[in-house]
């Protein structure tokens, strides 16, 4: 699928709580995950959630906020995604069966790469 055109899309959506101490490197990342930012591939953007950068910012004892995961090509083909400070919760609430229950967690792994290459497959289908 690597044709130059990126893949998956993140955004900033919403802070659910009230938000940590964030160091001057996270407020950084902030700033960029505020606008929107691309990935080639599932495996580049499940590199970028295991990222120490990622985790200093979005991990913390209380789950604080929540991101857009969307399909480049269609923005309105979208997932939530929830950082928690030991696993990742992706919930679709467009229901596309994609995920048990629409609700996938767990580390972002092989396992994550393979739930998110079906839902792309699937959304993608389904224009």
């Known amino acids: 699928m690597e044709d130059g055109q990126p893949l998956i899309t993140l955004v900033k959506m919403d802070e659910m709580a009230v938000?940590?101490?964030?160091?001057?490197?996270?407020?950084?990342?902030?700033?960029?995950?505020?606008?929107?930012?691309?990935?080639?591939?599932?495996?580049?953007?499940?590199s970028f959630l295991n990222s120490d950068a990622f985790s200093s910012y979005a991990q913390h004892e209380e789950m604080w906020v929540v991101f857009e995961i969307g399909l480049y090509h269609d923005h309105t083909k979208t997932l939530q995604l929830y950082p928690e400070?030991?696993?990742?919760?992706?919930?679709?609430?467009?229901?596309?069966?994609?995920?048990e229950e629409h609700v996938w967690k767990g580390q972002p792994g092989d396992e994550f790469i393979a739930a998110l290459t079906h839902w792309v497959g699937l959304v993608s289908t389904h224009q």
């Open 19 to 46: 938000r940590p101490d964030l160091s001057p490197e996270s407020l950084a990342l902030e700033q960029t995950l505020s606008m929107l930012c691309s990935f080639l591939s599932i495996e580049d953007f499940v």
């Open 85 to 99: 400070q030991s696993q990742l919760t992706v919930a679709d609430s467009a229901m596309t069966g994609a995920f």
